[in-house]
């Protein structure tokens, strides 16, 4: 019976927290950051990709996290998991908020090779995420779209929301769809992470 090929699943152990630049590993491997709005599922994806439901902590309530969480990955590379940018606030005054850390971390860090980008599939075209891609891509860092709660959306809403992610926030790479609710989805991320970061 054929098997279909599997892309190597990387696995991750947690590292440390940084409450600020000074407390960031020292490390000189390749680095990557998760980077997204608070609640967007930076802590699921997480734990998802690495199938490891206790690597990351999920919030139940939006834009608690504050520290940056590093995990080394038996791949022999770094993730930081930055706190989030934003909140989902009922105010109409919502505006990107970068913490001090998010900011120096990627202006400074000088083996960060890219930012894997969380969004939200269901909620393209966000302000705070286009405040968030002007600052980042200002900063010439390479970024990996990653759509998530692909769940959420039918399978006409999914492609929609790739079209209009694609367009508003083209780079080499389509984005990819997300969902901590399917193998496939991890499967699919792996090969285009592989591809994407192979060459850094
Ligand atoms: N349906 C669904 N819910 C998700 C998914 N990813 C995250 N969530 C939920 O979204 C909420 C925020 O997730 P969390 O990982 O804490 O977001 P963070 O603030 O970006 O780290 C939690 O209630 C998660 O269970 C997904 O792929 N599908
Ligand atoms: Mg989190």
């Given at each position: 019976?054929?098997?279909?090929?599997?892309?190597?699943?990387?696995?991750?152990?947690?590292?440390?927290?940084?409450?600020?630049f000074n407390d960031i590993p020292q490390s000189t491997g390749r680095e990557f950051c998760v980077l997204g709005r608070s609640n967007v599922g930076k802590s699921s994806f997480?734990?998802?990709?690495?199938?490891?439901?206790?690597?990351?902590?999920?919030?139940?309530?939006?834009?608690?996290?504050?520290?940056?969480?590093?995990?080394?990955v038996s791949d022999?590379?770094?993730?930081?998991?930055?706190?989030?940018?934003?909140?989902?606030?009922?105010?109409?005054t919502e505006q990107?908020?970068?913490?001090?850390?998010?900011?120096?971390?990627?202006?400074?860090?000088?083996?960060?090779?890219?930012?894997?980008?969380?969004c939200d599939s269901r909620h393209p075209g966000q302000a705070l995420d286009r405040e968030a891609f002007a600052w980042f891509a200002s900063l010439s860092l390479p970024w990996l779209l990653v759509l998530t709660k692909a769940d959420k959306l039918t399978a006409q809403e999914q492609a929609r929301s790739l079209r209009e992610y694609g367009r508003d926030f083209a780079s080499g790479q389509p984005p990819v769809l997300y969902s901590t609710r399917s193998e496939d989805a991890r499967d699919r991320f792996w090969e285009r992470f592989t591809a994407w970061a192979g060459g850094f």
């Open positions: 019976m054929l098997h279909k090929k599997r892309q190597p699943r990387p696995s991750a152990a947690f590292l440390r927290s940084a409450a600020d997480i734990n998802h990709v690495f199938s490891n439901g206790s690597l990351a902590r999920v919030s139940k309530t939006p834009g608690k996290t504050t520290l940056a969480n590093f995990y080394r022999g590379s770094v993730w930081a998991d930055l706190p989030g940018y934003g909140f989902a606030s009922r105010a109409r990107v908020r970068w913490s001090r850390l998010v900011a120096q971390y990627c202006e400074y860090r000088k083996n960060l090779c890219g930012v894997i980008w969380l």
